[in-house]
Every structure is written in C-alpha cells, then in structure tokens.
C-alpha cells in the first residue's frame, strides 16, 4: 500500500496560513492602476519621452537619474530608510498561501501561478480556493495570529509556541490559534525528535476539533494531521479512529475515504479496506488512488487476474499516490504469474520513474550506492570465514536438520508468502531479524553454537537464517527480495542428482552437497523443484559487505 505523504509541520505551506480570511484587498486612495504607472515610469509619453526634449538632454536626465538612483540604493543600505513593515503591509494584498502577510512562500506561489496562467489550460487549477481557516471571531483577532504565524515560519518554534500560548490563554475558544499551537508542537518535536512532544501535538490538534464553531477547512486539516501524526507514531488504531471520524463529518469526500482505506490496510484490516474502496469506486470510477489500492487487495487475496486491471488503470491515471513503487512492482508480479509478457515493460517504466535500482533488481527498501550484482563469489562478499565454516561443517549442519525433520515435523512450516505457483516448501527458522529463536536452537545446538561466532548473519536485522526443504513438484515464483542491503548464501544439504535449479536474474545454478552458493535476493529469482526426491538447504543471510557499522546498527529491521 501506499504511503501517504506527510506535510512538514502540520498542513504545508496551504493549511499553515495565519488567515484565511480577507488581507488588506485594496491599494491606498489615489493609488493608479498597473497600467497607469507603468505609463508613469515612462513620462506619460510614449518611449519615455516628453515633447520639446532633445536626445542630448534626454541622455542628460537619464544619467542624472541613474545617478541619483544609484546613491538612493546606497543611502537605503546604509541609512536604513525603508520601512519594511509598510512595503510588507501593501504586499499583503498577494498573500498566495492564506497566512495573512507576503512572505518566500508567496512569491513561490506568485511565480508559478503565473507560469501556470501562461497555459490557458492551467487557468482553471489556478483558481483553486485557499482553506478558510478562520471564524468571525478569529478574524477580530487577526493581528496577533498572524504575528505568531509570522515566528513559526521564521523558525522561531519557541517563540512562536509561547505566543500562540498565550493568545490561546486569553481566547480559549479559539481554533486558529489552538491550530498554530498545534503546528508550533509539531514542528518542535520534529526539531527535538521529541516523541513526548509530537503527542502533545496530537492532543492539542484533537482540541480543535472539538471547539465550537470551527470552519470546515481547519476541521479537515487539524483532524488529518492529527492521523498522519498518529501513524508517524506507530497508533494505527487511533489513527484509524480519527479517519473514521472524519469520514461520518465528511461523507462525500472520496479522498478522506481513500485515507480511511489506507487506514485499514495499516493493521492488516484488507476486508473492510476493500469495501471503503468498493465504496469509493461505485462513485468515482476513475479515482486512481482508489485502483491502485483495490488491485493490491485483490492481488493479496490470490486474484491475481482480477487485480490487474486494476493496478494497470490506477498508475495510468496519474492521480497523486499512485506513482508507488509497490504498486508497479505488484502489477508486474501478477502479469508474470498469468504468462503476460507486458509485465517487464512495467518494471522498465518502474525502473525509469526511479522506484527500482534496475529491470532485475526491483527491492524497495533500499541503500543507495551499495554494489549490485546477481552472483557474487565468497571474496566478494570478505566472509571467506563464514562460508570456510558452512562448508566444513555441512554434515553436522545437514544431520540437525534431518533430526528436526525426523523428531518434529510441525517445527517445520510451510511458506506464508504466496510465492509458490504448486508444491510443498517449508522451513524451520533459527535466527529472524538478528533475534535468535532460542526454543528452536534447542532443536539444532551445535549449528546455532557454530553460527554465534559471526554477527554478520546473526546481527543481520535484514535477515534470517534457515533450513529450507522443498518437495518434488514445487515450482517458486519470480519473485525478489526486499532489501538491497543483505546477500544470501544457499548452503547445499541434501541435493538429489536431477531437477533442482535456481535462477537469478538471467543465470541458472544448481546446489552442490556441501558447497555454499551466494546471490543477491533483491535480484529476481526462481526455483524448481523437478526431483524425485525432496531438497534440503541451509539459508544464511549476511549483511551486505558495503554497508558501514554504523548503518548496520541503525538500519530498521526487515
């Protein structure tokens, strides 16, 4: 599923204004229209000239000018004789972003609203509407917002906390100003990478929301932020609870249904996701967010085909949130399983949108930079160490194995990950993201005693390390790892002679008893299982050798 973006400090720079409301929307009495002053800057004439003046004395007084605005320039820098507040009262009247004051972020907004204007077919986005954030109350109280407002885009986080403070002390039933107290805590705890704070940001958001009297716009925004926050947090829950609400406040906003969907999709809930965007599509046919989303389902629950469609027409379509790496990656995954060839043509445009590293190798959580390649030798990798011990130990790893096997079949378990087109494949863990599982060490001591004397397998938190046995019959899917960031060996176990074989991006090996293969598990790879007896390997995943051990210990796991 696709993540939702989150906007730095709580709405960008649209739901930051200070006011929504009315800026100062007329020029001073006496004040000419564009078109009159730019004649004036001329001389009231055209070419700039006025009658009786000859071209001498017209160089004469341009160099006078230009003088004069030379040494006006230099007094304004040293004698400070402009008053800003004024020039940036009268730019009020451009305020682009709602805030109450010109300021960067409207000029931004100026410039490229003009660019856009340029194309006739741009005019109609550029008259979309700013949020109103402000009541009547609120508008009688504009000065002092916008002078909060004013510090937090300053960055001045805590002076601007404190003012916003302050106003909410003295006008308690304020949603504006509750709002931009909210922002100010936001945006400290993203300054203090405070979690305690970023809660209290969550809290006060939610006080807006149960003001009386707050306009519809800053409700949106402040219930919104206050989910997005909720999942930065890990409360997938109280998230969900505040989609919901916001859902039966808005129920004909198909965004704010789409959000609840990926709500849903976060704890796992694919049911109830599935009928929000079944919901969404029944009015919106073509919404490409709710497509690409319900295509994921579909492709989740084993309807492969079905899903298709869905994915394909969802990226086609542009919307925002459909340009996910996921989503390419899922369309691909299931045009391969029904034989269509298109489906490396979505991988390429994936690869061109920069969401894979290549046409092969298409994991997506990913270090930049490391290097990349299907195959790689035990000098490559520099743990000659590791693989010197697998091999030298192969029989001892192999006789643990076939106990467990022997003793407690149920230890072994089959794979969850839907990739097997047919057959039975199932595996029995020792180590999963660097966490040993001691009750299953128990079964195979000496492996797991051998293994302790090399952290990179057992610290790898992008990993596991595994006996993987395969019947006859089985065929695994094209698939690929999800990180870059780890290689994995195969340690052959007990092979039969014939109709075994893996492949890795365009190369195909077999296992040998007691000889340790190493690939890139981010490459794509398949598996055939064509013996008449089953297969039995060793998995041990290591970090891949580029990373740092900085990066080794701060990597989340996978």
Request: hydrophobic residues 35%; charged residues 30%.
């Amino acid at each position: 599923m696709a993540p939702r973006k989150n906007a730095k400090g709580g709405g960008g720079s649209s739901s930051g204004g200070g006011g929504g409301g009315s800026g100062s929307g007329s020029t001073s009495a006496g004040s000419s229209s564009p078109g009159a002053r730019r004649e004036a800057k001329h001389g009231g004439q055209k070419n700039g000239r006025r009658g009786g003046l000859s071209g001498s004395s017209f160089f004469t007084w341009f160099m006078v000018i230009a003088l004069l605005g030379v040494w006006t320039s230099v007094a304004v820098v040293w004698f400070d004789l402009i008053d800003y507040e004024e020039v940036l009262g009268k730019l009020g009247v451009y305020d682009a972003d709602g805030d109450g004051d010109f300021d960067v972020d409207d000029a931004k907004v100026l410039l490229e609203t003009n660019e856009k204007l340029d194309d006739p077919g741009q005019k109609e986005k550029a008259k979309k509407k700013k949020p109103k954030l402000l009541n009547k109350f609120d508008k009688t109280i504009k000065t002092e917002l916008d002078a909060a407002e004013k510090l937090r885009k300053r960055g001045k986080i805590e002076e601007a906390v404190n003012a916003f403070e302050e106003i909410v002390r003295k006008y308690p039933q304020s949603p504006r100003a509750r709002y931009g107290k909210a922002q100010c805590e936001d945006d400290l705890a993203e300054k203090r990478r405070s979690n305690e704070v970023l809660r209290r940001a969550i809290e006060t958001y939610q006080e807006v929301a149960s003001l009386p009297d707050v306009p519809t716009d800053l409700l949106k925004l402040s219930l919104k932020r206050r989910s997005e926050r909720q999942q930065f947090l890990g409360h997938m829950r109280g998230s969900l609870l505040t989609l919901q609400r916001l859902v039966q406040l808005f129920p004909s906003d198909t965004s704010l249904k789409n959000d609840l969907g990926v709500g849903y999709l976060l704890i796992g809930d694919n049911d109830n996701a599935k009928k929000v965007y079944e919901e969404v599509l029944n009015v919106t046919p073509n919404d490409g967010f709710a497509k690409v989303h319900y295509g994921f389902i579909l492709k989740a629950q084993n309807k492969i085909a079905e899903s298709i469609p869905y994915l394909k027409e969802g990226i086609e379509s542009g919307d925002p949130g459909t340009d996910d790496g996921r989503f390419y990656f899922h369309l691909g995954d299931a045009m391969q399983r029904v034989g269509n060839k298109e489906a490396y043509k979505w991988y390429e445009l994936g690869y061109k949108r920069g969401h894979f590293a290549s046409v092969w190798q298409r994991s997506l959580y990913n270090v930049n930079g490391l290097k990349a390649q299907p195959w790689w030798t035990p000098r490559e990798t520099g743990y000659i160490d590791l693989v010197k011990s697998l091999e030298r130990n192969w029989k001892l790893i192999r006789d643990e194995g076939l106990a467990v096997m022997d003793k407690a079949r149920g230890l072994f378990l089959p794979e969850d990950e839907n990739l097997r087109e047919k057959g039975d494949w199932s595996q029995f863990t020792l180590w999963q993201q660097g966490r040993k599982n001691e009750n299953a060490c128990k079964g195979a001591p000496k492996t797991c005693s051998l293994l302790e004397k090399f952290p990179e397998t057992t610290g790898c938190r992008r990993g596991q390390i595994k006996y993987s046995i395969m019947h006859p019959g089985t065929h695994v899917w094209p698939h690929t790892g999800p990180t870059n960031c780890r290689l994995r060996m195969h340690l052959g176990l007990v092979i039969p002679k014939d109709g075994c074989k893996i492949r890795c991006a365009n190369e195909t090996k077999t296992w040998e008893e007691g000889k340790v293969l190493i690939f890139d598990d981010s490459f794509e790879h398949e598996v055939w299982q064509d013996a008449s007896s089953f297969r039995l390997i060793f998995i041990v995943d290591v970090w891949h050798p580029e990373l740092s051990p900085q990066q080794r210990r701060s990597l989340p796991a996978i």
